[in-house]
Nanobody, 116 residues
Framework: QVQLVESGGGLVQAGGSLRLSCAAS????????MKWFRQAPGKEREFVAR????????YYADSVKDRFTISRDNAKNTVYLQMNSLKPDDTAVYYC?????????WGQGTQVTVSS
């Protein structure tokens, strides 16, 4: 069983920054890749970023590349998403995700709102 809890969302002006955190329970955190997704109102949930179990490999959606940075601290069972140069189009609920032995786990999400 894995539980994921996101935090760090809020309201920010365009061009600003936020750092999201996702705290994970369970002893298996450091063994699995972690991902961030987001879902804007009226749209499907979309992939944002992925980080390997060791943190040595990362991958980003084109829409956030060079603006967002995913990282992890396995000692703290936490994954982060540093978001810079935020745009109104980044407004969404952000979710962290992991897949453990074929089971997808999701957090409850954290709202990010970017005003123009």
């Amino acid at each position: 069983q894995v539980q994921l809890v996101e935090s760090g969302g809020g309201l920010v002006q365009a061009g600003g920054s936020l750092r999201l955190s996702c705290a994970a329970s369970g002893r298996t955190f450091s063994s699995y890749a972690m991902k961030w997704f987001r879902q804007a109102p009226g749209k499907e949930r979309e992939f944002v970023a992925r980080i390997s179990w060791s943190g040595g490999s990362t991958y980003y959606a084109d829409s956030v590349k060079d603006r967002f940075t995913i990282s992890r601290d396995n000692a703290k069972n936490t994954v982060y998403l540093q978001m810079n140069s935020l745009k109104p189009d980044d407004t969404a609920v952000y979710y962290c995700n992991t897949n453990v032995r074929g089971i997808n786990y999701w957090g409850q999400g954290t709202q990010v709102t970017v005003s123009s």
